[in-house]
């Protein structure tokens, strides 16, 4: 049994109502999930990680939870659960849920016995509430406007008019009271249910942030915090984030995780500057990894690059945690949009119709080429759905579509995240690209036929099979487990290798040659020299001339024979 699976996996993340619809109503769901377990298979990654499926009134997409040891109606049963985990397990495919410990939903059971209970009593306790005329402090909500909102609102009684409660993103989701041992009870009892079930481990959402700073300083941020969204601003020394006691909370998680037999494992969301303090979650009576935030906002530039990958290495090593490496996820723009802007541009408010848009050509080119770059180094790696089919955000989405609460929280001054959260495309000339039979719960976009999986499975040029072979390739050659060594290269090109593998990725806007003897192993465009590579589950190993060129945004993995 591999009991360090994690070290080395490539986890694909699952956002469930976006992924497929089996039930028809027009949001994916657990048995959608189900009918695609062959695809997932064969696109050749090792876990899963999904996000909520819990109960939730979703005003935050289903990180506002209102009952954890459920399933919400919408995506299905336990027992649709029971057999996707189940059915992934007997594919060889790990699962992990997503668990979200520093706030409720409203609606959970705790915070409207705290709302119906007095003020200082145990229910309130479970929460952060603060008795002042005047909102407590200038914390801001992530999401926009105050983190603060008047109890009274809720209520109704006079009791409660100078009563605040908490809630770092948005005033539906209360933020829990981690000082307080019901808490913390709670939780453990909520990780033991899934363990028990048998999830293989969790994603820890906004784990930085589960102990505030008993003093409840004014933060420099204030209200206007997206004037610094920038990628230094909100999350260093903020006072209610990464405060040292929240140590103690992933501590005991682990003990409980190991525990199990294989040991589960916990990959933290940490949003936290300097490097040292994110990888000191993932020390070894912690968490196992956390995401590599810094590289999936890397611009393409090798410099930039390289100098993070070698802290990511150097600051994980030395706490004996594998890097992790990423390039979208839920919550931000997918590679693809990003990368088709210049580095330096601001994209933290999103991007709608009115704004200038990304050039798709280069940001595809780019998108691929960092794909390559991504698995070719050592660590573990997170995949997006909808990545592997090179999808653009859905940047001209109608304003008035729009679900995230950001954009209502900010007066419409931020679009947030809808537009990599659009159901995706599976076929073509089927209505919603076949995701459902029913109207989606976010629109598509109508020029997607090309990017359904259907389509991309024929062409074996497609990011599809791109993703497919170098998925294979990474397995082949164990490049997850193996290590870099950063060689010389032309200027503006990353170049490194790993065991007998070459990656070398040109950041530059010249062709470079690659050395002399060198046998392309895989291009991040493909294998346009390889005329009878027709289907991208069958793996093609394309070689060529003595001196292959690197063109611009390309990434190619070579070995060399001329040693
Ligand atoms: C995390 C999630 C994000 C959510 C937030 C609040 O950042 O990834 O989607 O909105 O936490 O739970």
Same mark, same amino acid.
């Given at each position: 049994?591999?009991?360090?699976?994690?070290?080395?996996?490539?986890? !694909? #993340?699952?956002?469930?109502?976006?992924?497929?619809?089996?039930?028809?109503d027009?949001m994916?769901?657990?048995?959608?999930?189900?009918?695609?377990?062959?695809?997932l @298979?064969?696109?050749?990654?090792?876990?899963?990680?999904?996000?909520?499926?819990?109960p939730?009134?979703?005003?935050?997409?289903?990180?506002?939870?209102?009952?954890?040891?459920d399933?919400d109606p919408?995506?299905?049963?336990?027992?649709?659960?029971?057999?996707?985990?189940e059915? @992934?397990h007997? +594919?060889?495919?790990?699962v992990i849920?997503?668990?979200?410990p520093?706030?409720?939903?409203?609606?959970?059971?705790?915070?409207k016995?705290a709302?119906?209970?007095?003020?200082?009593?145990r229910?309130?306790?479970?929460?952060?509430? +603060?008795?002042? %005329?005047?909102?407590?402090n200038?914390?801001?909500?992530?999401?926009g406007?105050?983190?603060?909102?008047?109890?009274?609102e809720?209520?109704?009684?006079?009791?409660?008019?100078?009563?605040? !409660?908490?809630?770092?993103? =948005?005033?539906?989701q209360?933020?829990?009271?981690?000082g307080?041992?019901?808490? %913390?009870?709670?939780?453990?009892?909520?990780?033991?249910?899934?363990?028990?079930k048998?999830?293989?481990?969790? *994603?820890?959402?906004?784990?930085?942030?589960l102990?505030?700073?008993?003093?409840?300083?004014?933060?420099?941020?204030?209200l206007? +915090?997206?004037e610094?969204?920038d990628?230094?601003?909100?999350?260093?020394?903020?006072p209610?984030?990464?405060?040292?006691?929240?140590?103690?909370?992933?501590?005991?998680?682990?003990?409980?995780?190991? *525990?199990?037999?294989?040991?589960?494992?916990?990959?933290g969301e940490?949003?936290?500057?300097?490097?040292?303090?994110?990888?000191?979650?993932? &020390?070894?009576?912690?968490?196992?990894?956390?995401?590599?935030?810094?590289?999936?906002?890397?611009?393409?530039?090798?410099?930039?690059? &390289?100098?993070?990958?070698?802290?990511?290495?150097?600051?994980?090593?030395?706490?004996?945690a594998?890097?992790?490496?990423?390039?979208?996820?839920?919550? #931000?723009? *997918?590679?693809?949009?990003?990368?088709? !802007?210049?580095?330096?541009?601001?994209?933290?408010?999103?991007?709608?119709?009115g704004?200038?848009?990304?050039?798709?050509?280069?940001?595809?080119?780019?998108?691929?080429?960092?794909?390559?770059?991504?698995?070719?180094l050592?660590g573990?790696?997170?995949?997006?759905?909808?990545?592997?089919?090179?999808?653009?955000?859905?940047?001209?989405?109608?304003?008035?579509?729009r679900?995230?609460p950001?954009?209502e929280?900010?007066?419409?001054?931020?679009?947030?995240?809808?537009? =990599?959260r659009?159901?995706?495309?599976?076929?073509?000339? +089927?209505?919603?690209y076949?995701f459902?039979?029913a109207?989606?719960?976010?629109?598509?976009?109508?020029d997607?036929?090309?990017l359904?999986?259907?389509?991309?499975?024929?062409?074996?040029? =497609?990011?599809?099979c791109?993703?497919?072979?170098?998925?294979?390739?990474?397995k082949?050659?164990?490049?997850? =487990?193996?290590?870099?060594?950063w060689?010389?290269?032309?200027?503006r090109?990353?170049a490194?290798?790993?065991? %007998?593998?070459h990656?070398?990725?040109n950041?530059?806007?010249?062709?470079?040659?690659?050395?002399p003897?060198? #046998?392309?192993?895989?291009?991040?465009?493909?294998?346009?020299?390889?005329?009878?590579?027709?289907?991208?589950?069958?793996g093609?190993?394309?070689?060529?001339g003595s @001196?292959?060129?690197?063109e611009?945004?390309?990434?190619?993995?070579?070995? &060399?024979?001329?040693?």
């Open positions: 049994m591999d009991i360090d699976w994690w070290k080395d996996a490539v986890i !694909y #993340q699952i956002y469930p109502r976006s992924f497929f619809d089996h039930s028809g027009g994916g769901d657990l048995q959608g999930i189900i009918d695609k377990l062959d695809y @298979s064969s696109l050749g990654v090792d876990a899963l990680w999904i996000s909520p499926f819990y939730s009134p979703a005003f935050d997409g289903g990180y506002d939870v209102s009952e954890y040891c399933i919408v995506f299905g049963t336990m027992a649709d659960f029971d057999q996707l985990l059915e @992934s007997s +594919r060889g495919l790990k849920i997503d668990l979200v520093n706030h409720t939903s409203w609606s959970h059971a705790w915070f016995e709302l119906g209970d007095s003020p200082g009593s229910a309130r306790s479970r929460y952060v509430f +603060r008795y002042s %005329q005047n909102p407590p200038n914390w801001g909500s992530m999401f406007g105050s983190a603060w909102s008047r109890v009274q809720l209520t109704g009684k006079a009791e409660d008019r100078d009563w605040w !409660y908490l809630h770092l993103f =948005s005033s539906q209360p933020d829990l009271n981690w307080n041992p019901d808490v %913390q009870e709670f939780f453990l009892d909520i990780l033991g249910f899934w363990l028990d048998g999830v293989d481990g969790f *994603r820890v959402d906004v784990a930085h942030g102990i505030k700073n008993p003093a409840f300083p004014d933060d420099k941020l204030g206007e +915090r997206w610094y969204a990628a230094n601003g909100p999350y260093s020394n903020q209610y984030y990464d405060q040292d006691r929240v140590h103690e909370i992933y501590r005991s998680w682990r003990h409980l995780c190991n *525990r199990y037999n294989p040991p589960r494992m916990m990959v940490v949003w936290v500057r300097p490097r040292e303090r994110a990888s000191a979650y993932a &020390r070894p009576d912690e968490m196992h990894q956390v995401f590599n935030f810094d590289f999936l906002h890397c611009p393409f530039d090798y410099r930039l690059l &390289r100098q993070i990958i070698t802290e990511s290495l150097r600051v994980d090593g030395a706490v004996g594998p890097s992790t490496w990423v390039l979208a996820n839920h919550d #931000q723009l *997918r590679a693809r949009t990003r990368l088709g !802007y210049p580095a330096g541009a601001m994209l933290e408010r999103g991007i709608g119709a704004d200038p848009q990304p050039d798709w050509e280069i940001g595809l080119l780019r998108a691929r080429a960092a794909l390559l770059l991504m698995l070719a050592p573990s790696a997170y995949i997006f759905q909808g990545e592997e089919l090179g999808l653009p955000d859905f940047t001209m989405m109608d304003d008035a579509a679900r995230d950001t954009w929280r900010t007066n419409h001054q931020v679009r947030g995240r809808d537009s =990599s659009v159901p995706l495309p599976w076929s073509t000339g +089927r209505p919603n076949g459902s039979d109207k989606p719960w976010l629109p598509q976009p109508s997607w036929d090309d359904t999986v259907e389509n991309q499975e024929k062409d074996a040029d =497609s990011t599809l791109l993703y497919r072979e170098s998925l294979r390739l990474r082949e050659w164990q490049l997850g =487990s193996g290590s870099l060594t060689d010389n290269a032309p200027t090109v990353l490194f290798h790993n065991g %007998q593998l990656c070398w990725v950041t530059s806007i010249l062709p470079v040659n690659l050395p003897g060198s #046998q392309v192993i895989l291009s991040s465009t493909g294998h346009p020299e390889s005329p009878d590579a027709v289907n991208c589950s069958v093609n190993s394309a070689t060529s @001196s292959p060129v690197l611009p945004n390309v990434t190619m993995w070579f070995t &060399r024979v001329d040693k």
